[in-house]
């Protein structure tokens, strides 16, 4: 079954005039479909990039902020030093800390809110 319909269209990807012969026709060849088609590809790649990016940013404080007992990392995370800087401040005494064994080093989140009263 023949159509001899003709519809002026636009062309999505290049936005030029051509004429197709169903009403549903988006693009104007098939290259600009293939382009059109790795192009929405390509920012779905890039939204999904982004979304992983900010829930490891948001989950990582958020897991640190809900600990009464935190390690010597996250205390380095929460005051935004080195994790030699908070063992440097153990061993003056400055931050009160408690060996549990070889990289066992725990600290009360209180004693790091003290340091800052």
Same mark, same amino acid.
């Given at each position: 079954?023949?159509?001899?319909?003709?519809?002026?269209?636009?062309?999505?990807?290049?936005?030029?005039?051509?004429?197709?012969?169903?009403?549903?026709?988006?693009?104007?060849?098939?290259?600009?479909?293939? %382009?059109?088609?790795?192009?929405?590809?390509?920012?779905?790649?890039?939204?999904?990039?982004?979304?992983?990016?900010?829930?490891?940013?948001?989950?990582?404080?958020?897991?640190?902020?809900?600990?009464?007992?935190?390690?010597?990392?996250?205390?380095?995370?929460?005051?935004?030093?080195?994790?030699?800087?908070?063992?440097?401040?153990?061993?003056?005494?400055?931050?009160?800390?408690?060996?549990?064994?070889?990289?066992?080093? %725990?600290?009360? %989140?209180?004693?790091?809110?003290?340091?800052?009263?």
């Amino acid at each position: 079954m023949a159509t001899k319909i003709e519809v002026t269209r636009i062309c999505e990807y290049c936005g030029e005039e051509f004429k197709a012969k169903t009403t549903v026709t988006r693009y104007c060849s098939h290259r600009c479909n293939q %382009r059109a088609y790795k192009k929405k590809e390509r920012e779905k790649k890039i939204l999904l990039s982004n979304m992983e990016t900010e829930r490891v940013k948001s989950g990582s404080n958020a897991s640190i902020k809900d600990k009464d007992i935190l390690n010597v990392k996250e205390v380095a995370s929460l005051l935004q030093c080195s994790v030699r800087s908070v063992y440097s401040q153990i061993a003056k005494g400055n931050i009160k800390a408690i060996n549990l064994g070889e990289r066992l080093t %725990r600290i009360r %989140r209180s004693d790091i809110e003290d340091l800052f009263e």
